[in-house]
């Protein structure tokens, strides 16, 4: 009954949206296999004993966002947030992403091993 809330919030987004939110409802399913997605705060929310990430619908973006998300950025600055637990990114569209700097050090490290060698 749960997973048909989340299948109706989805389904009632405009078509780029819609695709983001689904995109991102298969990646969370196929790291976490076990959760469970809900409405809670008028949102779908996965959960696994507790809630850990949720999607937000606005105007021009889809959130995506964690639960303790402050810890899983720990200042890297890859997610937004205006508070002390909860952190986000803002999703535009579900094709092609913006390299982030996560993405850009990674490959700067893979050139210098791959130099030193």
Known sequence: MAER???AYVAALPAD???IAEAVRGLVKAAAPNAKESIKWAQPVCED???FAYLRAFRNHVNFGFW???EVDAGRGLLETSASVM???KLRS???HR???ADRDGQEGRAAEQGAR
């Open 5 to 7: 809330a989340v299948d």
């Open 17 to 19: 949206q819609r695709e």
């Open 49 to 51: 004993n507790c809630p």
């Open 68 to 70: 303790r998300g402050v």
């Open 87 to 89: 952190a986000h990114v």
């Open 94 to 96: 579900a094709g092609g």
């Open 99 to 101: 390299p982030c700097r």
